[in-house]
């Protein structure tokens, strides 16, 4: 179904710093802010260097962790290119629209009783065929829910429709699957709720209990995948993350204390590439927090915004490569983070491009691999922090 998988020819980055030098003075006279200007010159000291060679599904699993990223099937399936990248860098797929209710062309739930497999299906087919394992994202969300789920969904059925898509999904795959984001987003620390859950068409369906049926449901559709509570706005020292960390851990605890069976959580990671407060102790006490609950941790959708930083392409990858690295380095000193997956593998897809669009329209550099599939200096960053991360 996909095209056959053909070795790519190496790419190589280069750049010179003399000529960055210039470009970051010029920059930083006419439009970096301080602070920005301070991580501009103090990452024009950070060499960025890695030995090349090895991509980085194979660096990443010499430690006994996973590397992968999120893809879309048309993109997959139209471009050579980023099939091969896939094949070559990464250990995991991960469908961006293919396995929510309703996101992209061919949703999966069409109608109230259909289920649409073929476009999840093509991803898993070219997945196993080329020995990458599949993740499942997401069952259980606020968002992308179908137009006719208002209509039809209501507080005596609701309980039907969530079982039964659970149970038709997850066992579709079952034995397939890697792993499930069985719950997304379900905390919302401004729905005012003492228990800090988001007021989701779930919530409001079928009260608290939603979270523990979906995983139990999950369950038993496929006992061997690793079912995942996902979630976003963890990373930095900011008073918002701050209590949302305390709000997950408590949720954690409390399906922990009741026997949900639940196995991870899942951190988003969106970073920002202008962020000033990431606070490494800080993450670190949450992230072990969370092991002590007997909980793996996956960093599941991370990429870079640089919706705020200098337009220059090679102060840009810099800062990128930066915040990359310096976060790898921290998430991966916990034993319990077992993968690491970016929300697409290249810039030329990412959502970031509609949902955060420079205002001067140049286009978003926030992944790994650029436009045209060469390896970016954010690539180098997590070469070297999956080198220097310690075995699993
Ligand atoms: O990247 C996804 C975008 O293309 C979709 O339009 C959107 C709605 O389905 O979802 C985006 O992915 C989100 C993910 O599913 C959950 N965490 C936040 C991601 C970025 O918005």
């Known amino acids: 179904m996909f095209p056959k998988y053909i070795f790519p020819r190496r790419h190589i ?82 469908p961006e629209w293919e ?29 196993q065929a080329n020995g990458l394992f599949v993740r499942g994202h997401t069952l259980v969300w606020h968002l992308s829910l179908p137009d006719w789920f208002e209509g039809i969904v209501n507080s005596q059925n609701a309980r039907r429709f969530l079982v039964k898509h659970i149970k038709t999904v997850v066992g579709h795959y079952a034995g397939q699957m890697h792993s499930w984001d069985v719950v997304n987003e379900a905390i919302e620390l401004n729905h005012e709720r003492d228990d800090n859950l988001r007021k989701t068409p779930w919530l409001e369906l079928l009260g608290s209990n939603y979270i523990d049926l979906a995983f139990r449901t999950a369950a038993e559709a496929d006992p061997h995948a690793l ?73 599941t959708e991370l990429d870079v915004n640089d919706q705020k930083l200098p337009v220059d392409i090679e102060v840009r990858d810099r800062i990128v490569a930066g915040v990359y690295e310096d976060y790898l380095n921290v998430v991966l000193d916990e034993p319990a983070v077992i993968a690491v997956l970016t929300w697409g593998l290249s810039d030329r897809y990412t959502w970031l491009s509609q949902f955060n669009p420079r205002s001067d329209n140049a286009p978003v550099r926030s992944l790994p691999f650029d436009d045209q599939f060469n390896r970016k200096l954010a690539w180098n960053a997590m070469a070297r922090a999956f080198d220097n991360a310690r075995n699993r």
């Open 227 to 299: 079912l995942v509570y996902n979630d976003y706005g963890l990373e930095y020292d900011r008073d918002t993350d701050e209590s949302k960390r305390k709000a997950v851990l408590k949720l954690l605890e409390h399906l922990k204390a009741r026997g949900t069976p639940i196995h991870a959580l899942g951190i988003q990671s969106h970073l920002q590439g202008d962020a000033t407060d990431f606070n490494p102790d800080r993450l670190r006490r949450f992230l072990s927090d969370v092991a002590s609950l007997g909980l793996k941790i996956l960093i």
């Open 99 to 127: 396995l929510k209710w309703f996101a992209g062309e061919q949703p999966l739930r069409p109608g109230p009783h259909q289920f649409d497999f073929t476009r999840a299906d093509g991803m898993v087919e070219f997945a």
């Open 13 to 94: 980055l280069q750049f010179g710093l003399g000529a960055l030098m210039g470009t970051i003075a010029l920059a930083g006279a006419k439009i970096l802010p301080l602070n920005r200007w301070a991580q501009a010159v103090e990452s024009l000291n950070r060499t960025f260097a890695v030995d090349e060679k090895l991509p980085l599904k194979d660096r990443s699993i010499a430690k006994g962790l996973i590397y992968g990223a999120a893809g879309r099937y048309g993109d997959l399936l139209n471009t050579q290119k980023l099939a091969d990248c896939f094949v070559q860098e990464c250990g995991m797929l991960v």
